[in-house]
Structure formats: structure tokens, C-alpha cells
T-cell receptor, first 116, second 113 residues
Framework: AQKVTQAQTEISVVEKEDVTLDCVYETRDTTYYLFWYKQPPSGELVFLIRRNSFDEQNEISGRYSWNFQKSTSSFNFTITASQVVDSAVYFCALRPQMSFDQNFVFGPGTRLSVLP | AAGVIQSPRHLIKEKRETATLKCYPIPRHDTVYWYQQGPGQDPQFLISFYEKMQSDKGSIPDRFSAQQFSDYHSELNMSSLELGDSALYFC????????????FGSGTRLTVV
């Protein structure tokens, strides 16, 4: 079975604070992709990052960084110097790479509120 | 770059009516996925199509049906609508076998009154 857990339901921070969103996943697949999506109040799902299970290098993109640790099945997302525009629901998702049926399994999401 | 196009963007229907949602995948993408996201929920997989054939089925009610046409666009048909069907419906497309290019459309917000 595949499962994604985002233990933090809601997080509130003050602007310019750093914040880390946790994601823990379960899968029996040896190859898979992990994703983070942002869902702002307008509702669309905005792609942030895709990580292949073979690539454990951490990645930084501007104020965003991701820490993938296969040993602990975690794929955490950090926003540095948060801004009000970062306020959104963030979903972590898992997708098998090799199976024919490649639908996503989403986590329940973390609602981030960045206060001015 | 072309994205996944969904129409309509918003739809209001009454109970027991029928609704049809449309999805136009990215050109050359052969697989389409439908997801339903209820209020405060994460997106749930409904159904997918590969090369116009149903490839996987998730938690799609029997009142719903979908198909993929020869031009690869897909339609989700929902009949006997219930209040609980009010949700955001996402379509995504990809190239089968690739972890790339799995792009979501902007969604259709269906409200059943």
C-alpha cells in the first residue's frame, strides 16, 4: 500500500520566518517519484518539485529547499524567509515510476498561513 | 507552453441534474487522469485513460462515467448529482511510462445546490 503523511495540519508563521513542512511516505515500490504541490486560495495545483527515488540530493530553488531522506522515508520542504504570498495548502504526493497505473497518492496537505 | 485545459472553470448544477466536465491534455500526452478534491480534502484519484482505454479506476461513483476520445481529450460525466459531489475536479495528463509531464489543469469547481 502507498501512503503519504503530512502530520502538520496547519502552520502559522510570521513573515520572514523559516518554516519546514514535513512529509513521510510509505511504499513498497523501489522506484518512485515524490512531488510537492502548492494550492493557493485560487484552487489550482501548482507544481513545485519532482524527486526521483534514486536521487537523494537535496535541492534548493530560491527560497525553497527540499530534504529527501530515503532512510527515513521523508521528503521535507523548507521555505526560507517566508512571505505572505506563500500562504497556501501544500501537498506532498507519491507516484510509482514503474507500474502501469501511475496515479498520485496525495498527503492530506498542510495549510500554511504567513502573517504580515 | 501548452497546458492541460479544463472546461468549464465553474459549474453550478441542481441536485439530480447531469454535468459534463471536459479535459484537453497537453499535446502528445496519451494518458489522462481525473481527480476529485472535496472541501478541505486532498485530491482523490477517480479514473485514468491510456490510449482511449480505461487504465485504472479509483473511488469513482457508479453515477460517474468518463471516456477518452480519439483526439485524446476526455470527458467526465456525472449524473444524478448529489450535494456531496460539490468539489474541485482536476484533470492531469502525462506520457505513459514517464514520470515527467504529469501536469494538472486548473480544475473545474462544481457546486451542486
Amino acid at each position: 500500500a502507498q501512503k503519504v503523511t503530512q502530520a502538520q495540519t496547519e502552520i502559522s508563521v510570521v513573515e520572514k520566518e523559516d518554516v519546514t513542512l514535513d512529509c513521510v511516505y510509505e511504499t513498497r515500490d523501489t522506484t518512485y517519484y515524490l512531488f510537492w504541490y502548492k494550492q493557493p486560495p485560487s484552487g489550482e495545483l501548482v507544481f513545485l518539485i519532482r524527486r526521483n527515488s534514486f536521487d537523494e540530493q537535496n535541492e534548493i530553488s530560491g527560497r525553497y529547499s527540499w530534504n529527501f531522506q530515503k532512510s527515513t522515508s521523508s521528503f521535507n520542504f523548507t521555505i526560507t524567509a517566508s512571505q505572505v504570498v506563500d500562504s497556501a495548502v501544500y501537498f506532498c504526493a507519491l507516484r510509482p515510476q514503474m507500474s502501469f497505473d501511475q496515479n498520485f497518492v496525495f498527503g492530506p496537505g498542510t495549510r500554511l498561513s504567513v502573517l504580515p | 507552453a501548452a497546458g492541460v485545459i479544463q472546461s468549464p472553470r465553474h459549474l453550478i448544477k441542481e441536485k439530480r441534474e447531469t454535468a459534463t466536465l471536459k479535459c484537453y491534455p497537453i499535446p502528445r500526452h496519451d494518458t489522462v487522469y481525473w481527480y476529485q478534491q472535496g472541501p478541505g480534502q486532498d485530491p482523490q484519484f477517480l479514473i485514468s485513460f491510456y490510449e482511449k482505454m480505461q487504465s485504472d479506476k479509483g473511488s469513482i461513483p457508479d453515477r460517474f462515467s468518463a471516456q477518452q476520445f480519439s483526439d485524446y481529450h476526455s470527458e467526465l460525466n456525472m449524473s444524478s448529482l448529489e450535494l456531496g459531489d460539490s468539489a474541485l475536479y482536476f484533470c492531469a495528463s502525462s506520457i505513459q511510462g514517464s514520470g515527467y509531464g504529469y501536469t494538472f489543469g486548473s480544475g473545474t469547481r462544481l457546486t451542486v445546490v
